[in-house]
Every structure is written in structure tokens, then in C-alpha cells.
């Protein structure tokens, strides 16, 4: 891990933690059941709805619009 070259490497982990950080904060939170919730909530509200994939590849749209393209595909080629 963190050689290069690694198969290993945890790119994609550490930008979603520093997203994740970066908006939720490093704060404490009363019980781990309040905590699961908000993170919860971050992802399903912004991290896989309101993201962008800034990629030319995945064509600027957000994770929830390539599933959606992704299942229609596999519908039309039933």
C-alpha cells in the first residue's frame, strides 16, 4: 500500500474521506446510531445525487445519472 504501481492503492478512499471531512467536519457526535445517520444522509443526499464524476470519460454527470443510463442499457438489451 502506497508503493507505486500498487494494485493496492487506496486513491479513491482517501478523496472520499477528504470530501467527507471537508463537509461534514470532524465533529463529535452522541452515539454512533446519530453519527451512521448523518453520514448516511451526506451520501445519499450529496456525495451520489449532486456530485459530479469531473471526468470526460463518465461525461460530467453524478454517480446516481450513470446508474440510471447504466440500468436502462441493460433494459433495452433484454
Known amino acids: 500500500m502506497g508503493r507505486v504501481g500498487s494494485c493496492y492503492d487506496n486513491a479513491a478512499a482517501e478523496s472520499f474521506f477528504a470530501v467527507l471531512k471537508e463537509e461534514i467536519g470532524t465533529r463529535?457526535?452522541?452515539?454512533?446510531?446519530?453519527?451512521?445517520?448523518e453520514i448516511f444522509?451526506?451520501?445519499?443526499?450529496?456525495?451520489?445525487?449532486r456530485r459530479l464524476r469531473?471526468?470526460?470519460q463518465w461525461g460530467y454527470?453524478?454517480?446516481v445519472e450513470?446508474?440510471?443510463r447504466h440500468?436502462?442499457?441493460h433494459i433495452?438489451?433484454?
Open 28 to 37: 463529535i457526535w452522541p452515539d454512533r446510531a446519530t453519527a451512521r445517520t
Open 41 to 49: 444522509a451526506f451520501i445519499e443526499t450529496f456525495y451520489n445525487r
Open 71 to 73: 440500468q436502462q442499457g
Open 54 to 56: 469531473r471526468h470526460p
Open 66 to 68: 450513470i446508474r440510471q
Open 76 to 78: 433495452l438489451a433484454a
Open 61 to 63: 454527470l453524478t454517480p
